[in-house]
Structures are given as C-alpha cells and as structure tokens.
C-alpha cells in the first residue's frame, strides 16, 4: 500500500496526487471550520469559561481531522508544518496561514482538474470558487486513492505551460513598475516582447484575444490592472503554477512545499 512513497523523482502517480488534494481539502476544513476571524471578533466579550469551552471543543474537532487522516494513512505523509496546522487553536494561526489557506483552493481545483472531477480551469483573471472543492467525492480516502485516474501527461504540461505564461506577465509587470531596465537585442522592448507573447497566445488558442497588445485581464490590457486586480492575477497565476508544476514532477522528491515556481 502507498507504493508511491518511495518514487524519488518524476512526476506523481494518481493516488499520490489524490492524497494530495485530500490532505489540501482537510487543511482547507480546518480553516473554514473555525474561522480566526470568528475568534477575534468574539472572544473579547467571553468569559473564562466560555472561552474554555470554545477551545475544548476546537481541540477535540482537531483531533477529529487528525484521527480520520491517521485513518487513511496520510497522517506521515504529511508535511510537518500542515500536521501543526492541524492541532492549531484559532488564537495560534497566523496572518500568512490564513492567506496560504485561503489561497490553497487554486491549488485544490488545479489537482481536482487533473484527476478529472473538474471539466475546466477558471480563467486567469478568476479566483477558484471554493464551491469547487466540494467535487471531490465523500468516499472514503482509500477508495478514492485506488480509483485515482489522472488527464493525459500532455494535457497536463499544456496547463502548467499556460500557468508559467501568466505568472511570467505578472514578474514582467512587477520589473516594469520598479523600472527595471530591460535588454533585448534587435531594438526589442519589453513592451514589444509582451505583445508578441500575448499574440502567439491568443492564436494557439491559450488566452483571449490580446487587449492593446497585452494580455487580457479583467477587461483591460495587463499593464492597466489596478493594484488589487493585479495582486489576485498573481496570486492566481502563482498558485496553479505551484500545483501544476508539481504535477508536472518539478518538486524535489515530490516535496509539495519544495515545489519550485520560477519563471
């Protein structure tokens, strides 16, 4: 059983990549179970007793999660820091956990894809609804690892092709606004090398036609997304490239949190 431990390179076999998206979905849970921002809004107004309870009933929830990952057997399997995760009370989450939390369901959909529970990926410019972690079956861990069928490998390295392109317009746009200079031979601007990218695109049929010669975002040219729709477009483009590239076999040993996003 969990032959798939012992691979030390190339890309995850589907049971692996199914115990991946059911651990994702339990840290997910545990978030969404007890909000922080629940904790923080009402536990001034507690008392001591109240607030005991609160917790006792948070850790034994916790244990719940951890008892049923003990259960299928990816308790080892995963990585320390999402153990922790899980035994953590509200008043112990950070800031940056809930972000990584949050934006953990691009992750899920992009796994969830890939095995075939969901027909497409949202667009670039268009968070994962969480709705759509509720595709993965109710089975029982076990059940849905020996099932586990993944998309073809070639369909699979189309995406994360077109998840390192948006990643990489959000690193151009970053350069270009803390006026980076940029060389290219020919007389090239970057402005020029942008256009092109998003025009070879938009005829392979990977993005939609190009707005003023840029990549089209929230109906706009890239260049001209605000700073709140330009930090979703990169969060977006950041999280699906870290999934796809780790479907793709780029995580050392397959290490979920090692996976390498470079552009």
Same mark, same amino acid.
């Given at each position: ?23 994702? %979905? ?32 948070? #850790? ?26 899980? #035994?953590?009370?509200? %008043?112990?989450?950070?800031? #940056? ?24 990926? $949202? ?68 402005? %020029? ?6 025009? %070879? ?8 036609? $190009? ?40 995580? $050392? ?11």
């Amino acid at each position: 059983m969990f032959a798939w431990l012992k691979k030390k390179s190339g890309p995850p076999s589907a049971d692996a990549v199914m115990a991946r998206v059911i651990i994702l %979905k339990y840290l997910f849970v545990k978030f969404a179970g007890t909000p922080p921002e629940y904790f923080s809004e009402h536990s001034e107004k507690w008392t001591r007793d109240e607030r005991n309870t609160f917790f006792e009933k948070e #850790q034994v929830q916790h244990k719940h999660l951890a008892e049923r990952l003990h259960e299928a057997g990816l308790w080892n399997v995963m990585e320390q820091k999402e153990r922790k995760f899980i #035994q953590m009370s509200s %008043k112990e989450v950070t800031q #940056q956990m809930l972000v990584d939390a949050t934006w953990s369901v691009e992750s899920i959909v992009c796994l969830l894809w890939a095995l075939g529970y969901i027909a497409n990926l $949202p667009e670039y410019d268009q968070q994962a609804d969480p709705d759509l972690t509720n595709a993965l079956p109710t089975e029982l861990p076990q059940v849905l690892m020996k099932n586990a069928v993944l998309r073809p490998r070639t369909l699979v390295e189309e995406q994360r092709n077109l998840a390192e392109l948006w990643h990489w317009r959000s690193r151009t746009r970053q350069l270009q606004d803390s006026n980076y200079n940029f060389s290219f031979p020919g007389g090239l601007t970057i402005q %020029k090398v942008i256009g092109m990218a998003a025009s %070879k695109a938009a005829t392979n049929g990977v993005i939609p036609s $190009p707005i003023g010669d840029d990549f089209p975002i929230f109906g706009k040219p890239y260049r001209d997304a605000t700073h709140e729709e330009y930090s979703q477009a990169t969060s977006i483009a950041v999280e699906r490239h870290r999934a796809l590239n780790w479907l793709c076999g780029l995580a $050392p040993r397959n290490r979920w949190s090692e996976t390498p996003t470079g552009t």
